[in-house]
C-alpha cells in the first residue's frame, strides 16, 4: 500500500508519496489548486498498480477542491 500524503493551504498544496515500508517514493512537490494540476495528480495516482491511502489535512474549507477532485475521479 502507498502512503499519499496532501499537505493543503489556501490556493496550493504540497503532494508526497511514501512506499509501504515508509520510504520516500516521490519527493514533496507543490501542487496548486487548478484544474489542471488536479487533473494531473489524479492521471499520476492511477499509474500505480498498488493500493492508495490518500491522507489530506483538514483545513476548514481550503481542502474541498482537492478533496472534490479526487472524489469524483474515484478515489478515498
Not at 33 to 47: F, V
Request: proline share 4%; charged share 20%.
Amino acid at each position: 500500500m502507498l502512503a499519499v500524503g496532501i499537505d493543503v493551504s489556501k490556493s496550493k498544496s504540497t503532494v508526497a508519496i511514501l512506499n509501504s515500508d515508509g520510504s520516500v517514493l516521490v519527493k514533496p512537490y507543490t501542487m496548486e489548486h487548478t484544474q489542471s494540476d488536479m487533473c494531473a495528480l489524479a492521471d499520476y495516482l492511477r499509474t500505480f498498480s498498488e493500493p492508495l491511502t490518500i491522507l489530506m489535512e483538514y483545513t476548514g474549507h481550503y481542502h474541498y477542491p482537492v478533496l472534490k477532485k479526487l472524489q469524483q475521479e474515484g478515489f478515498f
